[in-house]
């Protein structure tokens, strides 16, 4: 899975109508899809998506904010999948993120930060399979 990541486009996103500006901007950088759906997490999902933060302060906040309204989940590839997109969202917080990276562009705030995207190759895996099944995998 070295050369797939797993993304999603919070609500803050979506409800600000994002969605397609940012997946354009994913399939410029390249970026090829081979899964995606637009859900809703319920509380308990999202706490479960989320579970490796369960000790940090903000994961109540994180988990009511996740599951405030739809997101789009995706499976992405490309050579140095994981490395490339952690490089074209940009930093957590949007002040600090570089020009042109989509949380510059998206971002309202640390906590409302547009899009997720996995740390690590192994997490790309766990959590791409959080939302897909093998059938739903092109």
Do not use: C
């Not at 998506?49 to 997101?71: D, Q, T």
Request: aromatic share 10%; net charge neutral.
């Amino acid at each position: 899975m070295t050369n797939r990541t797993f993304t999603m486009i919070k609500p803050d996103a979506t409800s600000k109508g994002y969605s397609g500006a940012i997946l354009d901007q994913i399939s410029k950088a390249g970026f090829s899809i081979k899964a995606m759906k637009w859900t809703k997490l319920t509380v308990e999902q999202a706490g479960q998506f989320y579970e490796v933060h369960k000790e940090r302060p903000f994961y109540g906040e994180l988990v009511a904010f996740m599951s405030s309204g739809p997101i789009v989940a995706a499976i992405l590839e490309k050579e140095n999948a994981v490395a490339d997109f952690r490089k074209l969202i940009g930093a957590t917080n949007p002040a600090q993120a570089e020009e042109g990276t989509i949380r510059k562009k998206f971002a309202a705030s640390m906590g409302e930060n547009a899009v997720h995207g996995s740390d690590s190759d192994e997490n790309a895996q766990i959590e791409g399979n959080f939302f897909f099944s093998n059938t739903e995998r092109f």
